[in-house]
């Protein structure tokens, strides 16, 4: 919890077990197989270049820029313990992130075909960040039922990697068609990378220092309620503020520009062949000249996606144990940002037994997730999920939105209850 907001703290002392503290996996994406498939009223499927797929229902479900995220968490090393007044933590963790971002305009071309003269691909992007992050937190109580707590973090960036086409143009005229492209990228790694005079990338690992370093900080606060509510808990977080500075190799193409004089003469029985060998020479024209040519080393910063969390939990009066609650979450991220509204059933039948299960409306679509917490004296092991692939076809795609995680640690607790 104190991951989501430095405020809250643990009933006892803990320490992880090494790597197995707390990992995430997830995968998140705004389209799945529904968008590609399609059921008939036979019961079979059509796909969605099928003429029994109307273009603009396919246009309608499609979101103006497909995108697909992956995130792998690993906690290294987890300390939590009471002292100085409050609640404190250590923490060692390894995050790494990507995503892709693809264009609707690349999925109407090919529903749609040649319906007009320009066609514009720009904004197709890839991005990977991978870090390491060893924090420091502090939460305590400054008035009856009102916590505070703050996580320092010092940042050493492993890895990035950013490419964008920004311009990728496509004209479809009858004289004429042509075919621009331009793309730039941006690399580094977390020793410095020197460039040779032919303008090569060299990494020489002997002897090099850390050179992407950063801060972040995370902010928190809960207020228990019960002198006005009884049973009503309050919080609200912001995470990840901070960013990493890196050496940056950057790289560009040259402005690429591809001419054809259109198809000539035409055979009316042939014009879908036609076209398909006049799109496949330009492709392989365009590969051909695609090669990036290091610019510049430059410094930069960039930022972590700060996320904001505001929730609200309710214990219910004839069953304390028994609480329902809600969670609001936003990242603030160019490429992987997201926002998510999720509902709670909570259960704790026993001190060392808790339960939950929620579902939540999000950026990609509705889901149900889950969770168990297993703690008693000598252990403490927890498992859960936010997104899960409740809908696969026979050969075990997933239909909707292709979005899932999983969440568990393994901990060891000291210490009295709290």
């Given at each position: ?120 691909f720009a904004g197709t992007n890839t991005n990977v960040m991978s870090y390491l992050a060893y924090s420091i937190g502090h939460s305590r109580e400054v008035i009856d039922g009102l916590r505070v707590g703050v996580n320092l973090k010092y ?150 996606g700060a996320t904001m969390y505001l929730g609200a939990e309710y214990e219910l009066p004839f069953y304390r144990n028994l609480s329902l609650g809600v969670l609001y979450g936003q990242r603030f991220d160019k490429y992987s940002g997201w ?80």
């Amino acid at each position: 919890n104190s991951q989501l907001n430095p405020a809250m703290d643990a009933e006892r002392n803990f320490i992880s077990i090494p790597v197995l503290g707390n990992t995430t996996f997830g995968l998140n994406s705004n389209i799945g197989l529904s968008n590609f498939l399609y059921p008939q009223e036979n019961g079979k499927l059509a796909t969605f270049m099928s003429s029994k797929v109307p273009a603009k229902q396919f246009l309608d479900d499609f979101p103006s820029t497909a995108r697909i995220g992956t995130n792998v968490d690993l906690t290294i090393f987890a300390l939590g313990f009471r002292a100085f007044g409050g609640y404190n933590t250590l923490n060692i963790t390894m995050e790494n992130q990507a995503s892709v971002g693809i264009p609707e305009e690349f999925f109407k071309l090919a529903k749609t075909g040649f319906k007009t003269d320009a066609y514009s691909f720009a904004g197709t992007n890839t991005n990977v960040m991978s870090y390491l992050a060893y924090s420091i937190g502090h939460s305590r109580e400054v008035i009856d039922g009102l916590r505070v707590g703050v996580n320092l973090k010092y940042l050493v960036g492993l890895a990035y990697a950013d490419l964008l086409v920004d311009n990728l143009t496509l004209e479809t005229g009858k004289e004429r068609w042509m075919l621009e492209a331009h793309a730039q990228a941006r690399l580094a790694t977390f020793v410095d990378m020197t460039l040779t005079e032919e303008g090569e990338i060299n990494i020489n690992l002997d002897g090099q220092k850390v050179t992407a370093r950063g801060f972040a900080i995370d902010l928190g606060t809960t207020y228990d309620m019960e002198n006005i509510v009884s049973g009503l808990k309050l919080s609200a977080s912001i995470t990840d503020l901070g960013a990493i500075k890196w050496n940056m190799i950057k790289a560009n193409t040259s402005n690429i520009r591809i001419e054809y004089d259109g198809l000539g003469d035409i055979d009316p029985e042939n014009v879908d062949d036609m076209v398909e060998e006049e799109m496949n020479g330009m492709l392989e024209d365009l590969e051909e000249q695609v090669t990036f040519t290091v610019e510049d080393r430059i410094e930069e910063k960039t930022s972590l996606g700060a996320t904001m969390y505001l929730g609200a939990e309710y214990e219910l009066p004839f069953y304390r144990n028994l609480s329902l609650g809600v969670l609001y979450g936003q990242r603030f991220d160019k490429y992987s940002g997201w926002y998510d509204v999720r509902g709670f059933l909570n259960l704790s039948p026993l001190k060392w037994l808790e339960a939950s299960a929620n579902v939540s409306h999000s950026t990609f679509g509705t889901s149900m997730g889950w969770m168990f917490n297993f703690h008693p004296k000598v252990l403490s092991f927890f498992i859960g999920s936010d997104y899960m692939i409740t809908k696969v076809n026979p050969q075990y795609i997933p239909v909707n939105e292709i979005n899932s995680n999983i969440t568990l640690g393994i901990n060891i607790p000291f210490g009295k209850r709290r």
